[in-house]
């Protein structure tokens, strides 16, 4: 067995072991290991955005006790490419173990700045990885090949063990006219004529039977869009969709019109994108703020952040007038080319609506070809299936309904249905060159991110915070004299998120009774203490709510002696 201190897993010395910390049975959080004897590679680090129901909630990391309990036997964080559900979670695990971090330039250059943020680029070990790369450690080996998605640089992990080759394919489609470079199809091929162990393929599109329309196809939608439209244009787009953001450019460029840009993660785009050279415009394309009304509306390009309607990015705050430069005027017209990150339509239609309101015009939806998927749909997985042709085969990235469907798919293209493994994060793949299993589990739960607190948000603070904002709150207190078994002052109620105060005097004045004759009951037991009677009076006052409004909200109980008032 291997030696670590999760003695549920059962790892055989000859035997190499595959898990998901995150990434299975989700959209986002992506995070893999390969493990053989002393080395562990892992495969991105990635976040998750919280659902509605994570009320406060910031960010969703991977727990990361297994790295941090095998960091001695770490070899490094493979990245494949820049965006947030692969690189974002980054600097939480840095803070708890600092591994080594390897990465192509332009996720190198998002990962500098995320790590910069954190106080924690000094102390980083990072490393620059291309394609045509090969790391060499004492018994695994890595290479990459080039894939197709929505940002530039995306590679495929191609981790050779002594048991066999296995292959993490990170985010991919197959665009044959892509924006930037093509994917290597040629290495695929070969890879899967060399014999390929276990392929781990990109899940997210499983459900969709056809091609993702090529990017090219959205650069010439946006360019029409460009062309007929007379008033300033308020272009929001995914941060990180370097190939969008230089096709918009192209677009005000042949124009003729001025790019000014809003929001923090747009401008480090923007600028890491010229840098590196996947974004040219001439020198005097891209304008200061201030100078914004120094042009006329057609002369205008607005590229900003906001395109999930999120409060505080630069197209809400725009829409709200709340924005120190820009505001919505008659004639602007605001193009959308994203879709809505599941959990995040309710706030981008609400935007969409302010934006109406003010007069503007609004383009977004598939009807107008300004956004395509970066990732594949049953076709190219078949595809990417057909040219690797792994023996094994676990999906990942995606809902357990989406690893089902992509399952189904390595069937149908001729992997054994008992060699396709839908896992769930912390199960354990142990596989040799001709067997795999299932070999334990560990733990590899959510952890919340709330501000600059790391996993101190559990489910005891969520579902105070359900209760929060479905009842809310009710302070009762209450004055009293343990020596005497008198109540001195109260019991008085100040509700907030419950009942208007104001208008609530009959219900008030019934739950003070409620209360007293509570206390009263409490104090006649010779142990009664603080606790008992602050006990007491939640009892007693959360059915006499349930009984009147049939609401629940929170109870506090204050309970003051002399000495405290």
Do not use: W
């Not at 020198?283 to 900003?304: A, R, S, W």
């Amino acid at each position: 067995m291997t030696t670590n201190s999760y003695t549920n897993l059962n790892i055989k010395p000859d035997e190499v072991a595959v898990f998901a910390i995150g990434g299975l049975g989700e959209i986002g959080k992506n995070t893999y290991g390969v493990e053989y004897q002393d080395e562990i590679i892992i495969v991105d680090a990635g976040i998750k955005f919280p659902e509605d129901d994570l009320l406060g909630v910031d960010y969703v990391i991977p727990d990361y006790s297994y790295i941090v309990d095998n960091q001695d036997r770490i070899k490094g964080v493979f990245i494949t490419h820049g965006h947030e559900d692969h690189i974002g979670g980054i600097p939480f695990l840095l803070k708890q173990a600092n591994v080594p971090i390897y990465a192509g330039p332009l996720s190198l250059a998002l990962i500098r700045g995320k790590l910069e943020e954190h106080g924690l680029l000094r102390d980083a070990k990072l490393f620059e990885i291309h394609p045509d790369d090969e790391i060499a450690f004492k018994y695994l080996k890595l290479s990459f090949f080039r894939t197709t998605h929505s940002i530039p640089e995306p590679i495929a992990m191609v981790i050779d063990t002594p048991q066999g080759k296995i292959v993490a394919t990170g985010d991919f489609k197959f665009d044959f006219t892509p924006v930037g470079e093509p994917a290597d199809l040629h290495r695929m091929a070969a890879l899967g004529e060399e014999g390929v162990l276990l392929l781990l393929s990109d899940s997210t599109n499983a459900e969709i039977p056809t091609f993702s329309h090529s990017e090219k196809v959205v650069g010439a939608s946006i360019q029409k869009i460009f062309e007929r439209i007379e008033g300033r244009i308020i272009f929001a787009s995914f941060a990180s969709n370097i190939f969008r953001l230089q096709q918009a450019v192209e677009g005000a460029v042949k124009t003729g019109r001025k790019i000014v840009v809003f929001g923090r993660s747009m401008e480090k785009a923007i600028v890491n994108g010229i840098e590196l050279g996947y974004i040219k415009a001439p020198k005097d394309t891209f304008i200061e703020p201030g100078e914004v009304n120094q042009y006329q509306p057609h002369e205008l390009l607005i590229m900003c952040t906001g395109s999930q309607g999120e409060p505080m990015a630069a197209l809400s705050r725009i829409a709200n007038g709340m924005h120190r430069f820009v505001t919505l005027q008659m004639g602007d017209t605001v193009v959308f080319s994203s879709n809505a990150i599941p959990g995040n339509t309710h706030g981008v239609n609400q935007l969409i609506n302010r934006i109406s309101e003010a007069g503007a015009k609004v383009i977004y939806g598939k009807m107008n070809n300004i956004h395509t998927s970066g990732h594949g749909g049953q076709q190219e997985q078949k595809l990417m299936l057909r040219l690797i042709k792994p023996k094994y085969f676990m999906p990942v990235h995606g809902e357990y309904r989406m690893l089902k469907i992509h399952a189904g798919l390595a069937q149908d293209t001729g992997v054994p249905k008992e060699n396709c493994f839908i896992f769930e994060n912390g199960d354990v793949l142990a596989l040799t060159a001709d067997s795999a299993r299932y070999a334990g589990h560990f733990n590899a739960q959510d952890t919340y991110v709330d501000g600059n607190g790391i996993g101190d948000i559990g489910n005891a603070v969520l579902r105070d915070r359900h209760e929060l904002s479905e009842d809310g709150v009710v302070l009762a207190v209450a004055t009293v004299d343990f020596k005497s078994k008198m109540i001195l002052a109260g019991p008085d109620m100040l509700s907030r998120g419950f009942i208007y105060m104001r208008e609530s005097g009959d219900l008030i004045r019934s739950g003070q009774r409620v209360l007293f004759n509570a206390i009263r009951k409490a104090m006649n037991d010779e142990n009664a203490n603080e606790a008992s009677v602050a006990r007491a009076m939640t009892e007693a006052i959360k059915p006499f709510f349930y009984r009147e409004l049939e609401r629940e909200p929170i109870i506090i109980p204050m309970v003051l002696t002399p000495d405290k008032k």
